[in-house]
């Protein structure tokens, strides 16, 4: 009867913490998946008042920049400038959220990846300029490639805007564009304050910051390499950094030629 009574006890035990784990899990996925949805509700919401303020800026610009004081431009810059990081940290948390849920669809399509490269280094230069950074590209004549030119576009002015933030005034950053039979490679290279080693395992990381202060200062996230990387793995490439401290960073972009 004893033996009983155990064998009773212990199947009693097994049935009710089976299903306590089973109710622990439901609330915990649903959190989970509300918390997903309301990421991707929130940035969504948030691109529209983002883009009218931008288009707003350009107006303003337009119609009146020619009166404006030198106060008033500079003032006008700088908006743009917040303006357009908000629009990219935004755009940074939406992907993710889409990414996590799975419902990023990546249209891939062949096109020659030098034209574009040299139009994303020149839409950045202003701001390369604005710290007297000098921006190079070397670049080849031409360079046929197979991918999502939005997502290779995003990696690239993820790594481009990284290079200037962290590279100090007078500073150079180097793009290098090259390719084998096999697989093309984009390298930046700048002469900033680089990244100690402790962090490079790390760097790929969402949300991971090297010393949060100086990264809040720029008003960043954590958030640029973590999706750089993901864009390079869904294209069965990858993104390497080599990197001193206090002498820069070298971020190398490898994607096979399909
Ligand atoms: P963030 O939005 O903070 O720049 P990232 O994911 O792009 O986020 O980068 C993660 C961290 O890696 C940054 O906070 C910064 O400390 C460091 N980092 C990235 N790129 C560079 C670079 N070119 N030079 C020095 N540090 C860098």
């Not at 996925?29 to 983002?50: C, G, I, K, N, V």
């Not at 790390?202 to 750089?228: C, K, N, Q, T």
Request: proline letters at 3%; a neutral charge; zero cysteines.
């Amino acid at each position: 009867v004893f033996l009983l009574i155990l064998v009773v006890f212990i199947m009693a035990a097994v049935w009710l913490s089976n299903s306590m784990s089973k109710k622990a899990m439901i609330p915990i996925q649903q959190a989970y998946r509300q918390q997903q949805q309301f990421l991707a509700d929130a940035s969504h919401e948030l691109r529209t008042p983002l883009s009218i303020m931008n288009t707003s800026l350009d107006v303003i610009e337009l119609e009146n920049g020619q009166d404006f004081s030198a106060f008033t431009k500079e003032v006008v810059v700088d908006m743009k400038e917040e303006v357009g990081r908000m629009s990219r940290m935004v755009q940074h948390l939406l992907l993710l959220a889409r990414s996590d849920a799975g419902s990023v669809e990546f249209e891939k399509a062949s096109f020659d990846l030098v034209p574009k490269v040299r139009q994303w280094v020149q839409t950045i230069e202003a701001v390369a300029h604005k710290k007297q950074i000098s921006l190079k590209a070397e670049l080849p004549e031409q360079l046929a490639v197979t991918g999502d030119v939005e997502r290779i576009k995003q990696l690239v002015y993820i790594l481009l805007d990284n290079a200037i933030k962290y590279t100090p005034e007078g500073g150079t950053v180097d793009v290098a564009l090259s390719s084998s039979p096999k697989q093309w490679s984009l390298s930046i290279r700048d002469t900033g304050m680089g990244i100690p080693e402790h962090a490079l395992p790390r760097i790929f990381d969402r949300f991971y910051r090297v010393e949060e202060h100086r990264s809040r200062e720029e008003g960043s996230a954590g958030l640029g390499l973590s999706i750089a990387k993901w864009i390079a793995e869904s294209h069965q490439g990858s993104i390497e950094v080599k990197s001193a401290l206090g002498k820069g960073s070298t971020f190398i972009v490898r994607f096979p030629i399909v």
